[in-house]
């Protein structure tokens, strides 16, 4: 299918009836760049058009003169980058005629997948690996109306459960491995660039089942080719050590980490985000989850962002990258947050050192707490 590229990042004018200032979602605002028929029909939260935050204090640590940006996913309508993808696949698979979705999942697949389900008033399962759902997630599943199926296994165990049910079963698989899903992520990659005005010179992203990796680099690639970029960004991936597939170089049987998000072992989109990293002159590397929560509270305490502890993945490598090689001065990179802290407040919770205990309601018994 072929596709006019426009020559300014407006793309198109806004559906008829809608007000100028009103962001239309992600299908409508870069439709020139996705596989949509002018009669698809578009399942949509209005996903997208999420905040690019310059960093105040945690550039500094990265070397001299470091433009840091933190995209912050989480701001999506289920608090993940998930909703990038769903839109793109649930909106083909309704086109497609399909009345039931599937996916396997550790957490925000599962959520943005059934936010999407309900949208478009389809039914949908969830298969999640029993204890390793941060309960943020398994709370919207099942509000959304999702039927959820906890399996005695890992992720990757429920991914090839599903894809053998998608065969055998009147359902659409809506996993990563359906390229509709890729699609519909790569347009963070457009947000990217429109937001700075240029590609930047990094963009650091934690890598899982390594679908965002590939859906990124596809973007940046789309708007150099299409005039929209001038260059397109060295990758940097980063994995929990305990569950590092593609910087071991072979599957990972039982992964763990605090990172729930990132516990994959087997990569679905691994070779394409191994192709990312060559192709851009960038890395996959691995960071341990003390690293990983170092950076998560560095974000809270020192910026102000609150993600969930797989997202500070991109940022636990950056700072490991900058200690043994400083980034070039004056680049600009980009770390991409790419879930809520809200979704596994947990884990938020354990890391305070002190529960919170009640005082007498006095001024003076306040007053001595604020230690002012």
């Not at 310059?54 to 433009?67: D, Q």
């Not at 650091?204 to 001038?230: C, E, K, S």
């Not at 590397?285 to 305490?301: C, Q, S």
């Amino acid at each position: 299918m072929s596709h006019q590229i426009p020559a300014t990042p407006t793309h198109r004018a806004l559906p008829k009836g809608m007000a100028p200032a009103c962001w239309p979602g992600l299908l409508e605002r870069y439709r020139a760049f996705l596989p949509l028929e002018a009669n698809s029909p578009i399942v949509t939260l209005h996903e997208g058009n999420t905040p690019l935050v310059a960093s105040e204090r945690i550039h500094r640590r990265l070397g001299s003169n470091i433009r840091l940006h933190f995209k912050l996913e989480g701001a999506n309508p289920t608090g993940s980058f998930k909703d990038r993808g769903m839109t793109m696949a649930v909106s083909k698979a309704v086109e497609m005629g399909s009345q039931a979705l599937i996916c396997a999942s550790t957490g925000n697949t599962s959520a943005a997948m059934a936010a999407y389900a309900a949208r478009a008033g389809v039914r949908c399962f969830m298969l999640v690996p029993h204890g390793y759902v941060a309960m943020g997630k398994l709370a919207q599943g099942l509000h959304y109306g999702a039927q959820v199926i906890s399996v005695e296994g890992n992720f990757d165990q429920a991914l090839s459960i599903v894809r053998e049910l998608s065969v055998s079963y009147p359902v659409t698989l809506v996993n990563s491995v359906n390229p509709f899903r890729i699609e519909g992520q790569k347009t963070g990659a457009f947000e990217v660039v429109d937001q700075l005005g240029e590609a930047p010179d990094f963009l650091a992203i934690p890598v899982g089942n390594a679908g965002n990796m590939t859906a990124y680099w596809r973007g940046f690639q789309n708007y150099r080719a299409a005039g929209l970029a001038n260059k397109t960004p060295a990758m940097l991936g980063y994995q929990a050590a305990g569950a590092a597939p593609l910087v071991l170089g072979h599957t990972v049987p039982n992964p763990e980490t605090i990172a729930t998000a990132i516990r994959i072992g087997n990569p679905a989109s691994g070779p394409f985000a191994l192709e990312a990293r060559d192709a851009s002159g960038g890395e996959i590397a691995a960071v341990t989850d003390e690293e990983i929560l170092h950076a998560y509270d560095m974000l809270a305490r020192e910026e102000g962002l609150f993600c969930e502890p797989a997202s500070a993945a991109g940022l636990a490598g950056l700072l490991t990258r900058a200690r043994v090689r400083p980034f070039p001065e004056g680049s600009t990179i980009v770390c991409i947050l790419t879930g809520n802290g809200l979704k596994d407040p947990q884990t938020a919770i354990g890391r305070v050192p002190e529960s919170v205990k009640p005082v007498p309601a006095e001024v003076s018994a306040i007053g001595r707490m604020l230690a002012l």
